[in-house]
């Protein structure tokens, strides 16, 4: 069967994704849930969605009786995921979030439990985890060919405009860039190396505290350690343009990828040569590759589940940690 989607938040991204999913072939957009009636209107018209699909913050619950949306994406700022998510899986539909899946660990385990106890799947928009690219350099990395894992760098951050969008909001970010691109360096670091980090330390920077409050981090850099004794180094920013940067290097071998996580072409090369994989749409096959996971249990090469989603949550909350103390944080995820 085709997977069909509801999208709920139709801001810019969902936009995005609503497009790229014209081009799929095992998922379809099929419904909206929105809080501004002029955008379905819009909408609707745009992806030809019947009116029987569509929903406000209001009535959303009633989508538990619609045997024709099989699930639903939440595109909304963050502080809002772990709602939105549990009112999906009470409505017996599967749970899809954008990244970061929630703003604690504590909300991320609601979110996995609530879904677990409906009996739907949750899953997380890691778009870079279907990039052809990156997985050749993660098929390499598990292959032995770079050798023994020694470093990862991840450069990730954008600089951020109008200083009232939610994305400076604590309560609907939940932080500042870490939680919105330097969750991208962490998830990162992570598939790169194949391994968790076992300690964090950080050092977070601020330029201009008025825009940038109390919780809402400009600047972090951190560093992991991993149980093989690599380490990670990585730089996660509001106020750099076009930082998008990941570098690997093992004992025989290294990759190195810029742009590594932007909306492509993703480019890089590895001491073989130049990565020529195809470049694709990262959230059409995203979401072909859902519809494989939720009806037919495929296994993705790196996990897009809400346990790999709360890891990234535990190692954010361990840097925001060392970057307050200033002290040297041991974790496990
Ligand atoms: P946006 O501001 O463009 O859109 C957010 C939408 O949510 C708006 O339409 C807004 O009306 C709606 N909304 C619903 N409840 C809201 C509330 N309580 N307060 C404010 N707005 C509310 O933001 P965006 O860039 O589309 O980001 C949305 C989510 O998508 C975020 O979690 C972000 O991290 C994620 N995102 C992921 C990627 C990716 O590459 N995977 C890229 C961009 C954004």
Redesign the pocket.
Known sequence: PVLRVAIL??????ARVADAMQGCTKAKLVGLIS??PAKIEKWSAKYNIPAKNCYNYGNFDQIKSNPDIDAVYV????G??HDFIIRTAKAGKHAIS???MAISVKQGEAMIAACKQAGVKLLV?Y?MHFEPKTLEVIRMRKEGEFGKILFFQGLCGFKIGDPK??RLNKE?AGGGSMM?IGIYAINGARYMTGEEPVWVTAQETKTDPVKFKEGVDETIQFQFGFPSGATASCLSTYNMNGLDKFFLNGEHGYAEMQPSTNYGPIMGHTNQGELTQPVTVHQTVQMDEFAEIIFHDKQPPVPVDGHEAVKDLKIISAIYEAAKTGKKVSMSV
């Open positions: 938040g139709l801001g810019n991204y969902a809080g501004t595109i909304t700022p963050n809002t995921h954008e990244k970061p928009g778009r969008q939610w609907l919105d």
